[in-house]
């Protein structure tokens, strides 16, 4: 399903539906294709937000997770977006976490899959010469559980960013900063109702993580799915979406009632 890139200001995004907003931050190697069966799913009853995240236009200094935050920032003011359901993927939950600790009187409930901010697996100890496209597709495969889903055009998107110089710099900015970004003693002043939707085969944050989340983040709740990785919205989106409209439709507001 292809849908329309909006375009405001300096920001470029999808929007499709009506309702309450439920806006979704991709991680360093998403894109928003990751998202098109829960675009699809909940643009019948939520107004579905998707930004594309800047991740090599930032300069240098502002390519870390906090400038991304203060994008996600600019982007909702400039959008007038309120009671956000704010949902977040891999270094996309990790923004998504920034910004609910700045600005909580925006965000209505928080969802969480795969996040870093408290530990996660890069790419390895060292980053592969140009050219290895096997390591590259090696190392998007660990990504899921089942192998096959990272296709061959995944691939040739993660090598092509493995082959620009610049992008590379950047991702192991970004990378860096999350690492040292850690939110473990700040988790506690998150108030929101949040969800925790982790693969229990997940490699690059695993199920250990998503328990310390549930245990630091005061209202939260966590569900793991077996035979799912690091991108359960992509691997089961089936059984993702119903967990993910279950904890919405508890939070939708209740129908006025006679005294």
């Known amino acids: 399903m292809n849908y329309e ?20 931050l991709h991680g360093l190697f998403g894109a928003l294709s990751n998202f098109s069966d829960l675009i699809e799913h909940f643009r019948h009853k939520y107004k579905v937000v998707a930004p594309l995240l800047p991740l090599y236009d930032l300069d240098i200094f502002h390519t870390t997770v ?5 994008y996600v920032a600019n982007f909702i003011d400039t959008g007038g977006y309120d009671k956000i359901h704010l949902l977040g993927n891999s270094l996309g939950g990790h923004v998504g976490l920034l910004y609910v600790l700045k600005h909580p009187e925006k965000i209505k409930s928080l969802t969480l899959t795969g ?3 408290l530990f996660e697996n890069g790419m390895g100890d060292s980053y592969p010469k140009r050219g290895d496209y096997e ?11 089942d192998p096959a889903m990272a296709t061959k055009d995944l691939v040739d998107e993660v090598f092509d960013i493995t082959n620009n110089r610049l992008k590379v710099i950047k991702t192991i900015s ?6 040292r970004n850690n939110l473990g003693e700040e988790l506690g002043q998150i108030t929101q109702p949040t969800l925790l939707i982790w693969g229990n085969n997940d490699n690059v944050t695993p199920p250990f993580v998503a328990k310390e989340f549930n245990k630091l983040i ?27 409209e279950d904890f919405l439709g508890k939070l939708k507001e209740p129908a006025a009632t006679i005294a």
Do not use: Q, W
């Open 115 to 117: 996040s870093s901010g």
């Open 135 to 145: 390591y590259i597709r090696k190392k998007t495969e660990l990504t899921f559980y």
């Open 174 to 179: 970004l990378a860096k900063s999350a690492i």
């Open 218 to 244: 005061p209202n939260s709740e966590v569900h793991f799915i077996d035979k799912c990785g690091h991108a359960p919205m992509m691997e089961v989106p089936l059984e993702f979406n119903k967990i993910l």
């Open 66 to 70: 906090v400038g991304l935050a203060k």
């Open 5 to 24: 890139i909006k375009t405001n200001d300096k920001f470029r995004f999808i929007e499709e539906g009506e309702g309450e907003p439920l806006m979704v």
